[in-house]
T-cell receptor, first 113, second 114 residues
Framework: DGGITQSPKYLFRKEGQNVTLSCEQN?????MYWYRQDPGQGLRLIYY???????QKGDIAEGYSVSREKKESFPLTVTSAQKNPTAFYLC????????????FGSGTRLTVV | AQSVTQLDSHVSVSEGTPVLLRCNYS??????LFWYVQHPNKGLQLLLK??????LVKGINGFEAEFKKSETSFHLTKPSAHMSDAAEYFC????????????FGGGTRLMVKP
């Protein structure tokens, strides 16, 4: 079945460490997105990519980095520069310039210990 | 610019009673509108979408929403709530021609009492 897979489901990070969250899709979607969700809040866009080897900053890109070397993969690195990284991270994908909405992964919960 | 406002951050209903989750949007162009549902520690699942066809849209699990251009609203309803409907619901707008970027509302947490 086609879908979008995020791993790991839970991730613990020590302060000062970089961590990378994985997002893989086999839907042949052109566009991919990373969102951050904090308790009781909506989704905030971190980064997005509409084609391979190209990505754009979203509303809260500081302290994060991404790459898009393959169409299927859009990993997110949470760097030590992100001062408050504890959150739920959601990856999504879509057919570019479509009105069909996004397909979401099941999320990664990152906790700083 | 486009935006979407969910008028209630929390809604509580009794099982078997109707559900109404309110959403208003602002957009200079004819938008596409969506409702997504999120259960705890899960991703978002598409409930239904409006893309300029019929103004009354039927979705999964008995939910439906009506697009009212004059009121710039896209409220989500269900005739009879079930315990499994307890979740977070997001109203979302997509501006055509803007590269399929979605704008999310702040979410409404639906609680269903037995």
């Amino acid at each position: 079945d086609g879908g979008i897979t995020q791993s790991p489901k839970y991730l613990f990070r020590k302060e000062g460490q970089n961590v990378t969250l994985s997002c893989e899709q086999n839907l042949n979607h052109d566009a991919m997105y990373w969102y951050r969700q904090d308790p009781g809040q909506g989704l905030r866009l971190i980064y997005y990519s509409q084609i391979v080897n190209d990505f754009q900053k979203g509303d809260i890109a500081e302290g994060y980095s991404v790459s898009r070397e393959k169409k299927e993969s859009f990993p997110l690195t949470v760097t030590s520069a992100q001062k408050n990284p504890t959150a739920f991270y959601l990856c999504a994908s879509s057919v570019d310039r479509s009105v069909d909405g996004y397909t979401f992964g099941s999320g990664t919960r990152l906790t700083v210990v | 610019a486009q935006s979407v406002t969910q008028l209630d951050s929390h809604v509580s209903v009794s099982e078997g009673t109707p559900v109404l989750l309110r959403c208003n949007y602002s957009s200079s162009y004819s938008p596409s509108l969506f409702w997504y549902v999120q259960h705890p520690n899960k991703g978002l699942q598409l409930l239904l979408k409006y893309t300029s066809a019929a103004t009354l849209v039927k979705g999964i699990n008995g939910f439906e929403a009506e697009f009212k251009k004059s009121e710039t609203s896209f409220h989500l309803t269900k005739p009879s709530a079930h315990m499994s409907d307890a979740a977070e619901y997001f109203c979302v707008v997509s501006l055509r021609g803007a590269g399929n970027m979605l704008t999310f509302g702040g979410g409404t947490r639906l609680m269903v009492k037995p």
